[in-house]
């Protein structure tokens, strides 16, 4: 049974990547939502009377930020760090070890919260398989599932092309967007399922906080179904 949610209270973790800066714009723009708290270790340069900055050096140590966490309804978290050059050991500690952290702690304040976690296409759930990165983030979905929060949902993102003047943080990245957003957009048309955009994953996000979904890990597939 879904049960529609209004006044929300988010907190988004990695609001300047460019997944965080798609789900930040359509928490602005929703009426339902009533404050983001933006939770990083930089302060962000966007003002907004819906807005708050939580600037943390430390994200793996947020138990002095306890009373500024309590009395949310949502988290989406889409911090992270690509595989590239990184040894398990390194990328475990981003990727496993910091969401974790973050949502040990959120689920202890907020026990009625709905967490959102920005996962990827090809996530190994058995943790078994040979792709490091898949492993890692197979075991982080597994462990945010077995938190008691009210509800987890897993983003099994795969292509997704940024709108509204959206950047990556990364260079390499929006080379690639500059030059190859003709054919995603051409992919997009013959395959809707393979390539979201960052306003579609910003408002499928909240229509899951709202709403609820089927299921917990949600593919490419499944979060277009969510938006029709």
């Known amino acids: 049974m879904s049960i529609y949610l209004a006044s929300m209270k988010i907190i988004l973790f990695g609001a300047t990547g460019m997944i965080g800066q798609g789900v930040l714009r359509e928490c602005l723009h929703d009426p339902d ?6 939770v990083g270790r930089t302060p962000l340069t966007q003002k907004h009377e ?58 202890k304040l907020n026990p009625q919260m709905t967490f959102i976690y920005v996962s990827g296409r090809g996530t190994d759930s058995s943790e078994k398989g040979r792709i490091m990165w898949a492993r890692v983030k197979g075991a982080t979905e597994n462990a945010l599932l077995r938190l008691p929060f009210k509800a987890a949902y897993m983003f099994r993102l795969g292509a997704v092309l940024p709108l509204h003047g959206i950047k990556s943080k990364t260079s390499l990245y ?6 190859g957003a003709p054919l995603l957009f051409l992919l997009r048309k013959f395959s809707p399922k393979n390539v979201q955009t960052t306003e579609e994953v910003g408002k499928a996000v909240l229509i899951v906080v709202k709403r609820g979904a089927p299921k917990p890990i949600l593919e490419s597939a499944d979060i277009l179904q969510l938006l029709r």
Do not use: W
């Open 174 to 179: 929006n080379f690639f967007y500059a030059f």
């Open 33 to 38: 939502v009533e404050l983001v708290l933006s």
């Open 50 to 107: 819906k807005l708050r900055d939580l600037v943390v050096p430390n994200l793996a140590d947020l138990s002095s930020h306890q009373t500024q966490l309590a009395g949310f309804d949502a988290c989406f978290f889409s911090l992270g760090a690509s595989a590239a050059g990184l040894k398990e050991d390194a990328y475990r500690k981003i990727n496993y070890d910091l969401p974790l952290a973050a949502a040990m702690l959120l689920a």
